[in-house]
């Protein structure tokens, strides 16, 4: 599944690239975001026979080196220059960083509250702050 996965960033990489396919702006950041969180849902699935997960495994490394790709480009574009760097870094923080603690987080409140509500919690709070975030981009927009 790892090595299916590694071929559809590969893929992404030479036909993304190669052709120019998509243009970097948030909604299509957005729209690849949503399409790797559904792949990973597909994942956990535990009727999925092992061709279907390498399948779902492929498309996932495919949207999720287009998502990564497109995001890290945004912020270089939008970054100002006087900061690019540190926004830059912030963001390679955020984006590493944050995703191995949240995997500790999910587990200690999946150990208090079971691991269905604490992953539930989760994405509430990550849907709470992507709505807080948006609302403040339209205002100083």
Do not use: Y
């Not at 299509?28 to 792949?39: K, W």
């Not at 497109?70 to 690019?84: D, N, Y």
């Not at 944050?98 to 990550?126: C, M, N």
């Amino acid at each position: 599944m790892l090595a299916a996965d590694a071929a559809g960033a590969l893929a992404a990489g030479l036909v993304l690239e190669s052709r120019g396919l998509l243009q970097p702006n948030p909604r299509t950041a957005f729209a690849l975001g949503d399409a790797v969180v559904r792949r990973h849902r597909q994942l956990r699935g535990g009727d999925l026979i092992i061709r279907s997960r390498s399948r779902c495994c492929f498309t996932a490394g495919f949207f999720e080196l287009s998502f990564n790709a497109m995001a890290q480009t945004l912020v270089q574009v939008h970054a100002p220059s006087e900061v690019r760097g540190r926004v830059i870094g912030l963001f390679a923080m955020a984006s590493l960083g944050l995703r191995a603690f949240s995997g500790v987080t999910v587990g200690l409140g999946g150990s208090l509250i079971g691991i269905h509500w604490s992953l539930a919690a989760s994405a509430a709070a990550l849907l709470a702050l992507t709505i807080i975030l948006f609302a403040v981009t339209l205002r100083s927009s």
